[in-house]
């Protein structure tokens, strides 16, 4: 129970990713904050599975490119738990895949807001109610290391700015708050089941040394760790989990 007592707030944490780190967080013993858009069941079981193992859960419908849905999660985490240990932006999304010549802006628009903006101002409502060892941790991507796969560019770019504002806040908030990121590769969500042809997903499955996708849990399992003690001294790292498909 290493986060025993902490209070962490999961973003999109209703299903796959985000629901995994839910898991993990709560089975280290933190009381977790679930916000969620459209995943209303994956939420609302993952409060009772922790609730009937001992811990503590609340699940919050917002949409968090817009700061009333922010303040609302903020608002909700302070009034129940007092203030946040550990934030976790899993919040974003594809859209969907365009190429230069199909986007328009309105589509970039909705990308950027979706996986940029929504950590910007998270992060800013959050700031001002962490206890000092807090700890942030940002879901970029692949993406934004190597410019994604196909129709991807809004996204991929989208993702590369989530690993320099990771770098930057990294310096600006410490000593009191580590900030880090993930850049998982393929892994098996409903992310590819909607967005990637099963073909791809094989040959990309095929072509990572482990010969497999990651699972949702094998991502919860790192950023619960970002989340302890035992990664005090890690900070600004944006850390590939792909299986060994990509190098940094």
Sequence with gaps: MKLKGKTAIVTGGGRDIGRACVMALAAEGANVVINYHSSAAGA??????????????????????????????????????????????????????????????????????????????????????????????????????????????????????????????AKELGPDIRVNALNPGMIDTDFHNVFTKDAVRANVAAATPLKREGQPEEIGAVVTFLATEGAGFINGACIDVNGGVAFS
């Design 44 to 169: 609302d079981s993952a409060v009772s599975d922790i609730e009937a193992a001992g811990g503590q859960a609340i699940a919050l419908k917002g949409d968090l490119t817009t700061q009333a849905g922010v303040d609302a999660l903020i608002a909700a985490v302070v009034e129940r738990f007092g203030g946040v240990d550990i934030l976790v932006n899993n919040t974003g999304g594809l859209v969907a895949r365009k190429t230069m010549a199909e986007a328009d802006l309105e589509h970039w628009n909705t990308v950027m807001d979706l996986n940029v903006t929504s950590i910007f101002m998270t992060i800013k409502a959050a700031l001002p109610h962490f206890r000092s060892g807090g700890t942030i941790i940002n879901m970029a991507s692949l993406a934004g290391r190597d410019g994604g796969g196909p129709g991807a560019i809004a996204y991929a770019t989208s993702k590369g700015a989530v690993i320099t504002m990771t770098r930057g806040l």
